[in-house]
């Protein structure tokens, strides 16, 4: 018994020392976590995607509501982040990030699915799913 709690300890210690590297997003899902609770983890109450190589990185995300999502131009050209699909902008948000290191952050504070895209180059679509 006294063993088995020695090891335990080692395998806590281990997940501390590696949880910083796992990025922003994380990796332990708590089940059976009910909707209404109090403000829940740090961890879980911002997401970032990056913006690189033409591509929204993820492209799809699922956060939490009340989650605040910031994209990130890592491209050295313009993209914008527009809310809605390029046949119907739905005026949620539409931020130009005009080049590298330019960001733009916006919360969600309502569940629902949301696409948005990028007005100068037709493939870059993203959606947030928010819970
Ligand atoms: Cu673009």
């Not at 080049?99 to 948005?116: I, L, V, W």
């Amino acid at each position: 018994m006294k063993r088995f709690w020695r090891d335990m300890g080692v395998l806590a210690a281990l997940a501390l020392v590696s949880a910083p590297v796992m990025g922003h997003e994380p990796h332990i899902s708590v089940a059976g976590a009910s909707a209404g609770e109090t403000e829940g983890t740090a961890s879980q109450s911002s997401s970032t995607i990056t913006i690189q190589t033409f591509q929204f990185k993820p492209a799809k995300l699922e956060v939490k509501a009340g989650t605040q999502v910031t994209w990130i131009n890592q491209d050295d050209i313009r993209h914008t982040v527009t809310s809605g699909a390029l046949e119907k902008k739905d005026g949620r948000f539409d931020a130009p990030l005009v080049g590298k290191g330019k960001s733009f952050s916006f919360t969600f504070s309502q569940p629902g699915t949301y696409s948005y895209f990028c007005e100068r180059h037709e493939h870059m679509r993203g959606e947030i799913q928010v819970r």
